[in-house]
């Protein structure tokens, strides 16, 4: 990594289109309203789609934190 370049996932627009796909899939806008509501385990099914796409969110934040995040201070990479 060169001393200019800053790895700042605040920038990179990619990483707000991940984030903007999965909040969109979280919210159940796409079941169909009324009619009967599908059960499975015990639980609706829009709770688990919900659940499901609300893990993988945080799994993908925490990619993002750990491998696209410079966390290590300035003075620890020079080495003083």
């Given amino acids: 990594m060169e001393k200019n370049e800053v790895k700042e996932p ?3 627009k990619w990483i ?3 984030v903007v796909l999965m909040m969109l899939a979280i919210v159940p ?3 169909s309203k009324g009619g009967e509501i ?3 385990l015990g639980f609706p099914a829009w709770a688990l789609v919900s659940l499901f796409f609300s893990l993988i969110l945080c799994g993908y934040l925490s990619w ?3 491998k696209h995040w ?3 201070e300035d003075l ?3 080495g003083k």
Wanted: hydrophobic residues 50%.
């Fill in 38 to 40: 599908t059960i499975v």
């Fill in 64 to 66: 993002v934190c750990v």
């Fill in 29 to 31: 806008w796409y079941f």
């Fill in 76 to 78: 620890e990479e020079d």
């Fill in 16 to 18: 707000w289109v991940g």
């Fill in 70 to 72: 410079n966390i290590v």
């Fill in 10 to 12: 605040i920038q990179q």
